[in-house]
C-alpha cells in the first residue's frame, strides 16, 4: 500500500501544485533570472520556485498521472520509476547552464533542482527499493 499511497499523494500535491501556478501573485524575477521563450505566467511560486505556464501544465500532468496510477501496485510502481528517471534528469539538466531552462521552455533553475532531487530519490525508493506484495481477494472462498 505504500507505493500506492506515495503515488496518491505525490499524484495530489503535484496537481495542486500546478493549479496554483495558474493563481496570481507569483513574485517578479530578478534582474538576472534567465530569458525564456515561453514567458507567460514567468515568476516564482511562494518566492521560492521559478515556474511558467508550462511548468504549471507539466505539474498538473504529473499529478494526473500520480492519482491514475494510485488505482494499481504495478501502476504505483511504474509511476514512481518514471517520475524517478524524469525527475532524476531534471536535476541533472537543471545543474548544467544553458539546459536549466529546458531549452528555453520552462525554468528548473534555484530551489527547482534541490526539489527535482529529493522527489526522484523518494520515487526511486518506491520504484525500486520498497517491496510489498499486491494482495488479492479471493470472491469465491467464504470466511
Known sequence: MATRYFALIVGIVYALVGLLGFV???????????????????????GLFPINILHNIVHLAIGVWGIAAYRSLGGARAFSRGLAIFYGLLTIMGLIP???????????????????AVTAAAAAYFGWVHREQATYVDAGRRV
Do not use: E, K, R, S
Open 24 to 46: 496570481p501573485g507569483t513574485h517578479p524575477l530578478p534582474a538576472d533570472a534567465p530569458n525564456l521563450a515561453v514567458d507567460t505566467g514567468y515568476g516564482y511560486l511562494m
Open 98 to 116: 544553458g539546459m536549466n531552462t529546458t531549452f528555453g521552455l520552462i525554468p528548473i533553475f534555484g530551489h527547482d533542482v534541490w526539489l527535482h
